[in-house]
């Protein structure tokens, strides 16, 4: 059951949302000298079951607008779902439980720091969670739209709501410098979402889902893929700057120079596999300039 859970909610993924809780946390202890353990903990339970959450209920919707099933039948498409509803290894209801359990789970972490903390510490996740779940759930469906609206909410939800609630829930106020440390990390989570949008875009057009892969078509698309790494880059150095990284902070963006070379391998238009590199470069980009920063910020707060 373990071993099936992980593969449903795609646990492989969650470090995605727990580096930018653990800079948030980190941020307190270097700009305040708080940091409260068991504090970060409920934070991070919270922030982990809030994302598998976003995985599922994702998973739950593309599977009922049928967006996961023309994945898997067309043929050059890469399905980046977890499969349990297309193949039917689970139920959709058994699904759905398990969904809305996640869900339960992190409510009952933000209500817990919430109580300790303050009331922002509630808004900021009960704002993430309404992102997840409108991301592609009637009537908003962010991911749908096409519009810039799905890279917005995921820049949110996956940079600035979980960096600046975990500095909130470890001090009980805001600083701007956590707004500053969000970006870089929440515009290269941005683009590990926008990215993957290249590997089924044939199929999500067929579906209806208007991402701007679709919209723009792949060439506009990869330009923007580009930029959004170029301006990951300049906040990372805004954010030193601002004193929100100290100044070895500089040694994430190394981190990024792989991905930038993968762009070069790529031509105007693609086959769906040939974006495969792509996004594991994001991947990778995202999580090791996310752990550089996370070091430094640790080697700051203890000198």
């Known amino acids: 059951?373990?071993?099936?859970?992980?593969?449903?909610?795609?646990?492989?993924?969650?470090?995605?949302?727990?580096i930018p809780v653990a800079l948030g946390a980190l941020?307190?202890?270097v700009w305040d000298g708080v940091f409260n353990v068991w504090l970060f903990l409920i934070t991070l339970v919270g922030a982990a079951a809030a994302h598998l959450f976003s995985n599922m209920i994702n998973d739950l919707w593309d599977y009922k607008s049928g967006t996961d099933t023309a994945a898997k039948e067309t043929v050059d498409a890469?399905?980046?779902?977890?499969?349990?509803?297309?193949?039917q290894v689970w139920s959709v209801r058994k699904f759905a439980a398990v969904t809305w359990g996640l869900f339960a789970l992190a409510a009952v972490c933000g209500i817990v720091l919430a109580i300790y903390s303050g009331i922002w510490a509630f808004v900021f996740g009960a704002l993430g969670g309404l992102i997840a779940y409108?991301?592609?759930?009637?009537?908003?469906?962010?991911?749908?739209?096409?519009?810039?609206?799905?890279?917005?909410?995921?820049?949110?939800?996956?940079?600035?709501?979980?960096?600046?609630?975990?500095?909130?829930?470890?001090?009980?106020h805001l600083d701007l410098r956590a707004l500053l440390l969000s970006l870089p990390i929440g515009l290269l989570t941005t683009?590990?979402?926008?990215?993957?949008?290249?590997?089924?875009?044939?199929?999500?057009?067929?579906?209806g889902k208007r991402t701007l892969v679709v919209v723009w078509g792949e060439k506009r698309a990869l330009a923007f893929s580009r930029y959004l790494l170029f301006l990951a880059a300049v906040m990372l150095i805004v954010s030193v700057l601002a004193g929100a990284l100290p100044v070895y902070g500089l040694l994430a963006l190394p981190a990024m120079i792989p991905?930038?070379?993968?762009?070069?391998?790529?031509?105007?238009?693609?086959?769906?596999?040939?974006?495969l590199p792509l996004m594991g470069a994001s991947?990778?980009?995202?999580?090791?300039?996310?752990?550089?920063?996370?070091?430094?910020l640790v080697i700051q707060g203890l000198i």
């Not at 890469?78 to 193949?87: A, P, Q, R, Y």
């Not at 810039?148 to 960096?163: N, R, T």
């Open 1 to 18: 059951m373990l071993k099936q859970f992980r593969k449903a909610s795609r646990l492989s993924v969650v470090p995605v949302m727990l």
């Open 27 to 29: 941020g307190a202890f």
């Open 78 to 87: 890469v399905s980046t779902n977890s499969g349990f509803l297309t193949n």
């Open 134 to 172: 409108f991301y592609v759930a009637p009537p908003l469906k962010f991911g749908y739209r096409g519009k810039g609206y799905s890279e917005i909410a995921i820049l949110l939800s996956f940079g600035v709501l979980p960096v600046m609630g975990a500095y909130y829930v470890q001090t009980s």
């Open 191 to 207: 683009l590990i979402l926008f990215n993957h949008h290249f590997l089924h875009w044939q199929a999500d057009r067929q579906a």
């Open 259 to 275: 991905l930038y070379q993968v762009y070069g391998k790529l031509k105007p238009q693609n086959s769906s596999h040939a974006y």
């Open 283 to 296: 991947v990778k980009s995202a999580q090791l300039s996310g752990l550089i920063m996370i070091v430094c």
